[in-house]
């Protein structure tokens, strides 16, 4: 389990009292907390960079009517089992489905994945959401 | 339920050589498919730019040993039960936490759902992955 | 004149060595140089989404042998000389020129004006670089 | 010199229409130019991805109060002719200035330059921006 440690940050006032009004706004109770989620954001942007191994989502609509479509997202998703977590369907509307896709793996496999769905015919937009196994955040 | 029209389009030929090589290596499998993906790309930043009724997920890591956080992020979870559609919970390893919630709504409802759950104390990186209900990109 | 003032923050240990080794890697002398450009980065992406008056650089690609392009690049600028401090032109090769726009004005009025430019015909590609007049951030 | 060539699309109809609608707010004279552009995007996000030959700017922040900061500016620059075309500085304010890098090379150098010149002690904040040499998007 990790330990707290205490070290002091030297500011320039007037950029204290400017970051002091930011967490404000953002809803932090500390400026530890604020800095410690800066911190991460720089850390999982570097496991991404690094081609480390990463966690995240990949969100994609497409039509559930396209013939064929359903059962060719499944192939695909089972051809990277390795790299797929789980995935959860949501029904938005009489035509668009939203399918979610939890991911870990290499960042590039990730990436790849989310190219390989994002390109299927029918499939009308998808996101790739990228964050961290958590592990090198901690 | 729409028609497909057809409609010309004029490049330079030397454009068009290197958009060929660029859309084999993503593999669509003809230029229509890739231009209405690249066109769909745009409308839904369109989306999202003009704070309309959007869809995503909000996906975050969080430690589930901190003791009441669990419980803090549902109580705020239900307090944009208008947005939120459902939640996944995933178990990455012993402490992490990877939970998924799918959003519907105004774009700035949704940004700002997220940012609150980012900077719950304990939740240790958050990514808001931006997509659409699909009715704007039909 | 700012002074420097001192603060205590509070992290995990685990997270700290990570921390350590990313600064290093990035080239930062100390914790608090490496802390000051990310509370910057945070206070600078505020600015642009607040709609605060900001500076940039609005960069975009043309050729030069389109007839009566350069005019009307030049003339849509004078149409924004408040937000134009400069325009730099670089001459890429035989046919492409770089032009470097410096900007200062209201996110939105500099976001405008970059669409304006990026979408006149023979420009064949613009980026927008989104950073600060300083005085927030000092 | 390259040559126009002339293409079909096929397209949904109810899409067309909201692309339409897209084009004539950015201010685009016809569809041929809007797809144009929306290509050009992708190759050079794709130049970028590849590590291919790039141009962009650099564009940075600094207080040319601080005592060697200038100098050290220039002598990080000159260590980086290669990549370095040219240097533009504006005088924002009594303190703040802007420095704007015109760079041309591989872009994985061109990406280190920016983080060197960015965490260079007295640097409030950089921004690096990503276009072309036009070679690939012609």
Not at 1 to 25: A, P, T, W, Y
Not at 51 to 80: C, K, N, P
Not at 119 to 133: D, F, I, P, Q, Y
């Amino acid at each position: 389990m990790s330990e707290l440690v205490r070290f002091g940050v030297s500011l320039e006032d007037s950029l204290l009292i400017k970051f002091d009004r930011l967490i404000k706004k953002r809803g932090y109770a500390t400026r530890s907390e604020a800095l410690r989620d800066l911190i991460r954001q720089e850390l999982v942007k570097n496991e991404w960079e690094e081609d480390q191994e990463v966690a995240g989502t990949i969100t994609f609509i497409y039509d559930h009517h396209r013939r064929g479509l359903s059962s060719q997202l499944t192939d695909l998703q089972h051809g990277h089992q390795d790299t797929i977590i789980s995935t959860q369907h949501i029904h938005l509307d009489h035509h668009n489905c939203l399918e979610i896709v939890a991911v870990k793996g290499k960042a590039s496999e990730v990436q790849e994945l989310a190219d390989a769905l994002r390109s299927v015919k029918g499939v009308r937009h998808g996101a790739l959401s990228m964050t961290s196994t958590g592990k090198e955040i901690a």
